[in-house]
């Protein structure tokens, strides 16, 4: 499984990103996605999954609904909208996959693509 995330950068406060992560490799139908976030001396986190058939998705609490997860069979590839940008949103983003359902704890997600950089600053 390969996974390769895109699309972070420099953002102002309130602004908005769309990240993307496209998967490779073999076929998803079983597999769940995940958004995970990492900020500087804090722990990876999860922010938002999506099974790959859509018919589920998770976030976590604190987002509020300021983000949401979406997915593209076709593309094989996975979104995270971001809107209401904070500075506090400043992380590096993370997709993962794993089989079968969602699980908060980054240790049971076996495949992680690399990391791409949100900075929310004016």
Request: hydrophobic share 35%; with cysteine; charged share 15%.
């Amino acid at each position: 499984v390969q996974l390769q995330a895109s699309g972070g950068g420099l953002v102002l406060p309130g602004g908005s990103l769309r990240l993307s992560c496209a998967a490779s490799g073999r076929t998803f139908g079983s597999y769940v996605m995940g958004w995970f976030r990492q900020a500087p001396g804090k722990e990876r986190e999860l922010l938002a999954a999506i099974k790959w058939n859509g018919d589920h998705t998770y976030y976590a609490d604190f987002l509020k609904g300021r983000f949401a997860i979406s997915g593209d069979n076709v593309k094989n590839t996975v979104y995270l909208q971001m809107n209401s940008l904070k500075p506090e949103d400043t992380a590096d983003y993370y997709c993962a996959a794993r089989y079968g359902t969602v699980v908060v704890g980054t240790k049971y997600w076996p495949y992680w693509g690399q990391g791409t950089q949100v900075t929310v600053s004016s």
